[in-house]
Each structure stands twice: as C-alpha cells, then as structure tokens.
C-alpha cells in the first residue's frame, strides 16, 4: 500500500471539494490519518490468510451433537460503494464433525471478513465458506446486523435501519435446517 500516494489523493480530494489542507488548520493533516485508519485498520482484513488462520486454531473434539455458538461479535466494515462505516454484530455458529475452533480465532475470522472494502452480506458468506473448507462442520451458518453509514448519514436517512444477513452452508437438508433455525433465533 502507498500511503503517502493515498495521503496525496485525500488531499486532493479535499480540495477538489472546495476544502484546502494547507489553509484549513482543522484539516492538516486529514490525508496522512485518512490513509493510515485505511491501511492500518479499515483495510487490515486484507493482510490475513484466513485459511492460515482457522487451519492454526484447529482443535480436535469427539463432541458430537453440539453447537458452538459465538454470539454478539462487534464489526465495523467499510461500504465499497460510498466508504462508509457499517457498525454492528454478528453471530456465528456451527456443529463441528471432529473439531472445533478456538473461540478467539472465530472472533479474529469475522473480523478479518469485515476490515475490509466489502458489502455485508459478503462477511457472512465468506466467513461460512472459510469454516466450511477448513474445519468441515456439518453446518456453519452466520448472522449479521448492522447499521450503515450510507443509510443514515446520506441518502434515505432511515437512522435506526438496520440490515440483517443470513449465511449458512450444511452437509445435507437436515444439517440446513438446523443452520436456519440456529441464525433465525438471532440476538437474546
């Protein structure tokens, strides 16, 4: 990443937009911490292997007939069609055929999923696609809701929206049926 490049097209920006940094004092600066809270943390899901990840945090159970449910899980993501912020949570679950994952590796996955230029629904199926390649459950399924930056500080301004997603994958019909009914319970 080319942060003093990005510095430069943030300034840009801002000038373009009838705003100059060089004359505004609250704006000296906004180009360096602009491009490092992208590169540093709303962008940082792009520097994880995820499979790395979940294949390192591999633990192996006999427990059979279980759910491992991780619930509430904080995101921040950044929409890729007006870089906004999208803030809210997410739960994540699955019925494990031979291991489980450490329940900080599963916070780190959504993370990883969300700190990134990505639509919501794309952490979800992502995140469920990862677990089920590398820890081969019988159902994984993920559930998120959040608010959207791009919903309330412009455009419809429907403050208090909230967008929920679904994402499941399963070995057959039953283990889908569990994955449906586990993310339509959603928060307690």
Request: with cysteine; net charge negative.
């Amino acid at each position: 990443m080319d942060r003093i490049a990005a510095a430069r097209a943030i300034d840009a920006f801002l000038v373009a937009l009838g705003r100059d940094p060089t004359t505004e004092p609250e704006l000296a600066g906004t180009g360096k911490r602009v491009a490092d809270a992208y590169a540093d943390e709303l962008c940082s899901g792009y520097a994880v292997d995820i499979d790395v990840l979940l294949r390192g945090n591999l633990i192996s159970s006999t427990s059979e007939g279980v759910v491992v449910e991780l619930r509430d899980v904080a995101l921040t993501t950044t929409c890729p069609h007006h870089l906004m912020a999208g803030v809210g949570k997410a739960t994540l679950g699955f019925a494990p055929k031979g291991h489980v994952l450490g329940v900080g590796s599963m916070a780190r996955l959504l993370d990883a999923f969300a700190r990134r230029l990505t639509l919501q629904e794309a952490i979800g199926d992502g995140v469920v696609a990862a677990i089920e390649r590398n820890v081969h459950p019988r159902w994984v399924a993920c559930r998120i809701e959040m608010s959207h930056a791009c919903m309330t500080a412009r455009g419809e301004r429907a403050h208090g929206a909230r967008l929920v997603t679904f994402a499941m994958r399963g070995e057959d019909e039953v283990a889908r049926k569990e994955a449906i009914s586990f993310v339509q319970r959603g928060p307690e």
